[in-house]
């Protein structure tokens, strides 16, 4: 009769340490996504403030303030590619205001993909469009 017990625990303890162990694997998951999502999101945010930083103190280059987000530099290096496969299209640079006290660079990061790994739902999400307006400097 103990010997009976003892493989009834078994089987229960198999069945336990089973259903904690998919629960704990699908949460680190989850806990993987969400931090590649922030970590995207963030990444961007400060490219694109420093895109906008140096739209403010540089003579105004549209192209070069796109550059800065898509290669963290003004001009395209060689061979260089794009910060999380964003394109040119991604990234919208302007100059509102022109002139006047409300003059302002103002950098717009949409359309670009995050990768989620969570099984069942892999897929690409579309991120949250990112924007970013400085007062431009006039010395």
Excluded: H
């Amino acid at each position: 009769m103990i010997r009976k017990q003892i493989r009834n625990r078994r089987g229960s303890t198999l069945v336990d340490t089973s259903l904690i162990l998919v629960t704990f694997v699908m949460t680190m998951i989850g806990v993987f996504d969400v931090g590649t999502i922030l970590f995207t999101q963030q990444t961007l945010v400060e490219r694109a403030q420093r895109a906008a930083r140096y739209g403010t103190v540089n003579p105004f280059d549209a192209t070069a303030v796109q550059n800065i987000v898509l290669y963290n530099q003004p001009s395209i290096p060689v061979g260089g590619t794009p910060i999380f496969g964003l394109e040119a299209a991604n990234v919208s640079v302007q100059r509102l205001d022109g002139g006047s006290a409300n003059d302002r660079v103002v950098v717009l990061i949409s359309g670009f993909n995050v990768r989620i790994f969570t099984p069942y739902i892999s897929k690409t999400i579309k991120g949250i469009p990112i924007r970013v307006s400085l007062s431009y400097e006039n010395f």
